[in-house]
């Protein structure tokens, strides 16, 4: 799995409540480092953990949020060579048609949809079927 920076928002208020906290996201396989910021209550996790996994296991203990997932390091920039100009588009902006195509097919991805199908038995088919005449 993607090493990953998963960064969590923890109700936590003590240091025992902090310690639970980071021994429960240390037991999962895939953990390679955890710190805590008491100041703004947020729990920094780097490893190929999936973030669902963390948040169900803190949750047990105090109200949880991911703040943000990202790579676990940012790739270094290289300075590059000045670009000629190109024309610019729209700058990155879609149509409102667009836009709503894109959510309706996340959504579709996400909740894929089923169709009840019904199957219907007429008196022909079947003679022994109850019939209120």
Do not use: W
Request: charged letters at 35%; aromatic letters at 4%.
């Amino acid at each position: 799995m993607e090493i990953k920076k998963i960064i969590l928002q923890l109700d936590v208020f003590d240091d025992k409540a902090k310690q639970k906290a980071m021994k429960n996201v240390s037991s999962l396989p895939g953990v390679t480092s955890i710190s805590m910021d008491m100041k703004d209550r947020k729990l920094t996790v780097i490893g190929g953990v999936d973030p669902v996994c963390i948040v169900g296991k803190l949750r047990k203990l105090c109200r949880t949020e991911i703040v943000s997932v990202g790579p676990a390091k940012e790739p270094e920039k290289k300075k590059e060579e000045p670009k000629k100009e190109e024309p610019k588009k729209e700058d990155g902006k879609k149509k409102p048609e667009d836009q709503v195509a894109d959510l309706i097919k996340a959504y579709q991805a996400y909740n894929p949809y089923h169709a009840t199908h019904y199957y219907v038995r007429s008196v022909e088919e079947d003679p022994n079927a109850c019939v209120i005449c």
